[in-house]
């Protein structure tokens, strides 16, 4: 009898705990997280799908050189993620921010080719810093050139040659 009643008392007591709410947007991948490269270029690619569509990221993937990018302004800041694309063609380079090709100003496209030929940054870390953000903000790129296919990460405050190219890239127009 005694084994009943606590079977019956464990089972009611289990149907009473609150369940927690299922978070409305997953939160962008954090470093401390361990996520791949791969899991994060999934995400800034289902981003540009989602909010461009299928043309733009067909445009990146196709381009020789293209750069995606994807940032979380993290809790503190209300603005919402922020996405831009940007294709090389032979002509220059292109900003689909918009959802239509806007070509960039000769030279902030200078600039995004003089960073993508620097060495120096290809030798960088993917994943800075290696502790997060208080807030969880975090940009995440997805950078095609000469071949390759470079994603990289970076919370808070941008950082080095990949800072600068992130800056450059969310602020075309």
């Known amino acids: 009898m005694s ?3 606590f079977l019956v008392v464990a089972v009611l007591a289990a149907a009473c705990t609150p369940v927690a709410p299922a978070p409305e947007t997953p939160p962008p991948p954090r470093a401390s997280d361990h996520f791949t490269t791969n899991q994060i270029q999934s995400e800034v690619e289902e981003r540009v799908q989602e909010r461009l569509g ?9 381009a020789a050189t293209s750069i995606m990018a994807n940032s979380y302004q993290g809790r503190f800041d209300s603005g919402g993620p922020r996405l831009a694309v940007l294709v090389r063609t032979s002509g220059g380079w292109t900003s689909w921010k918009s959802g239509r090709p806007v070509p960039l100003a000769g030279d902030m496209g200078a600039e995004l080719d003089r960073l993508l030929r620097d060495p120096a940054m290809w030798r960088e870390e993917p994943f800075y810093p290696a502790m997060d953000c208080p807030d969880a903000g975090a940009t995440m790129m997805v950078i095609r050139h000469r071949g390759g296919t470079r994603v990289t990460r970076q919370g808070c405050n941008p950082a080095g040659l990949t800072g600068k190219l992130e800056e450059t890239v969310l602020s075309a127009p």
Do not use: F
């Not at 299928?54 to 196709?62: C, E, H, I, Y």
């Open 3 to 5: 084994r009943c009643l």
């Open 54 to 62: 299928a043309d733009v990221l067909g445009a990146a993937r196709d």
